[in-house]
């Protein structure tokens, strides 16, 4: 809820525009969970690689969701260091690594921003590479590549790892082809942006991958790379769960589906996945004897609550609050079942008229009646209830 920035040598106000704006210069953003034994390191290798002030002027800003001491080091380390240095805490880690990103590019007042991790597996010295690398090819974005020559992923530990991430990063570049061409390495979570490239509200990260959502998001016009050599964990540990391999699945889910188009698409592909268990019900229960008829009834909601899941979690995410859930899975039902209603007669028809098997007639009417339920869907459940009553409602 309340956000608390203090601020160490220079502060940082939001709302001022920091007088010392000059061409170049940079804020270094550094989210940070749990990560005091990396602090004074960090700040020491930081201050060692960033140039004179009067060269490239340089603030750190360290966005904070930490459980420990985190920002008190932070604050005792600061205390020598030769560049401002600040820390946002949150009390809420909201949007994860991919939030507190967003947080800080929300404060950030600076030609640059650099985002890197706390644990020295990004190497600071290659922070003003990144800015001189974009300012000479006029680049709004410049990645730190594990995956261009002269760049490793040297401390991805364990084969396991390497996969995932290979693995991911073909997934990602395979749906967005476009917004990503020209990265090598849009898992980095090393890179630098110009801040006028950066469309802040227009941001909803979700976890972990704060480049992929800046490159297909923000669109930056212009990509340049910088090969990298993924270091070693300093201390600690990664706080990378397989939850968060959920959360990027569903993250790629909602910046794919970000166009009508493609959330009809998504709709149809939940839809169509609703057969399975759906038609997996319907013969459990014809098999126990039960008519056709009513098996159907129950068996669609099967089909209904597999469909509500999966479309709450991977289409509609970003629209679940206007509405309380058991509304949505209220009027959700209620849709999925007038449907049926119309269908029963349907499925009546095909079987007692033209001679169809049960389940491909039923599996023919689900098919024809599913871009109705669509539209139906998006305005009754997900849209916001007025586009006027601002008051109560967020708009998206
Ligand atoms: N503020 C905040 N809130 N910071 C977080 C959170 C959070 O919820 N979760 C993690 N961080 C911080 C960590 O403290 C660290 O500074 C940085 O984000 C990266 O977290 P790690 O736990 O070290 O991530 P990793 O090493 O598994 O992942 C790294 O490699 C990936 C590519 O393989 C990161 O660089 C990722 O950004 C990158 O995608
Ligand atoms: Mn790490």
């Given at each position: 809820m309340s956000e608390d920035l203090w601020s160490l040598h220079a502060p940082i106000d939001p709302d001022l525009s920091l007088p010392q704006a000059a061409t170049g210069s940079v804020t270094v953003i550094i989210p940070t969970f749990n990560e005091a034994g990396n602090i004074i390191e960090l700040l020491r290798r930081l201050?060692?690689?960033?140039?004179?002030?009067?060269?490239?002027?340089?603030?750190v800003l360290f966005v904070d969701d930490s459980?420990?001491?985190?920002?008190?080091?932070?604050?005792?380390a600061a205390?020598?260091?030769?560049?401002?240095?600040?820390?946002?805490?949150?009390?809420?880690?909201?949007?994860?690594?991919?939030g507190a990103v967003v947080a800080g590019l929300a404060r950030a007042d600076t030609d640059w921003i650099v985002v890197m991790d706390a644990d020295l597996q990004h190497p600071p010295h290659l922070v003003p590479e990144l800015v001189g690398e974009g300012e000479r090819t006029g680049a709004d974005l410049v990645v730190a590549s594990r995956y261009t020559s002269g760049g490793s992923r040297a401390g991805l530990a364990g084969g396991y790892r390497i996969a995932v991430s290979r693995g991911a990063t073909w997934l990602a570049k395979g749906l967005f082809p476009r917004a990503l061409r020209g990265i090598s390495d849009p898992m980095s979570g090393f890179f630098a942006m110009r801040r006028s490239a950066v469309t802040a509200g227009a941001l909803a990260p979700l976890g972990y991958k704060i480049l992929l959502e800046?490159?297909?998001?923000c669109r930056p016009a212009k990509v340049a790379e910088v090969p990298f050599v993924f270091q070693d964990r300093?201390?600690?540990?990664?706080?990378?769960t397989a939850r968060e391999g959920m959360r990027f699945l569903a993250h790629l889910a909602s910046l794919r589906s970000a166009t009508p188009l493609a959330r009809l698409a998504g709709f149809g592909l939940i839809g169509l996945s609703g057969f399975v268990p759906n038609l997996a019900a319907l013969w459990l229960l014809t098999r126990g004897g039960m008519h056709y008829l009513p098996a159907e009834i129950v068996a669609n909601?099967?089909?209904?609550?597999w469909n509500f899941l999966l479309i709450e979690t991977l289409l509609f995410r970003d629209r679940r609050r206007h509405r309380h859930w058991a509304d949505r899975i209220g009027r959700f039902g209620l849709l999925a079942n007038a449907d049926l209603l119309l269908r029963i007669p349907l499925i009546a028809l095909f079987v007692a008229r033209f001679g169809m098997e049960v389940l491909p007639a039923t599996a023919l009417a689900l098919a024809t009646t599913f871009v109705l339920r669509f539209a139906a869907t998006e305005s009754l459940v997900y849209l916001p209830r007025t586009s006027r009553r601002a008051g109560r409602h967020t708009r998206s």
């Open positions: 201050g060692d690689a960033l140039p004179d002030p009067e060269q490239l002027p340089c603030t459980t420990d001491d985190t920002p008190a080091v932070i604050e005792k205390a020598d260091h030769p560049f401002p240095v600040s820390v946002l805490h949150r009390e809420t880690a909201e949007g994860g690594l991919g800046l490159a297909v998001r300093y201390c600690g540990e990664s706080k990378s909601q099967a089909g209904v609550l």
